[in-house]
């Protein structure tokens, strides 16, 4: 099983900007899937993530909260994090982070590689 992220990018403040991680792989389900960032000097954060039947459950970090919306579509194995209102301290690394099941009914916990968000005029 592996994550891929993408769709990191510089933007300008208050423009939005989606990203997608993708879990592939011989996966019987997924249980978790969140977001996390990590800024230059800071440690990596918690910035949104999904748990419960389907994705269900929510939760999100304070600074995100009513700007950021995470979402799953299920059938893809797709974690999907929309970012609007971006500010210069939205700046950082984000990477996507996956645990569950695989097809052997072992468990995974997976972080993907990352994909660099720059917001700055």
């Known amino acids: 099983v592996q994550l891929q992220a993408s769709g990191g990018g510089l933007v300008q403040p208050g423009n939005s900007l989606r990203l997608s991680c993708l879990a592939s792989?011989?996966?019987?389900?997924?249980?978790?899937m969140g977001w996390y960032r990590q800024a230059p000097g800071k440690k990596r954060e918690l910035v949104a993530d999904?748990?419960?039947?389907?994705?269900?459950?929510?939760n999100y970090a304070d600074s995100v909260k009513g700007r950021f919306a995470i979402s799953r579509d299920n059938a893809k194995n797709t974690v999907y994090l929309q970012m609007d209102s971006l500010k210069p301290e939205d700046t950082a690394v984000y990477y996507c982070n996956a645990g569950g099941r695989n097809s052997d009914f072992t468990y995974f916990v997976l972080w993907g590689q990352g994909t660099l968000v720059t917001v700055s005029s």
């Open positions: 999904t748990s419960g039947s389907g994705g269900s459950i929510t």
């Open positions: 792989g011989s996966i019987f389900s997924i249980n978790y």
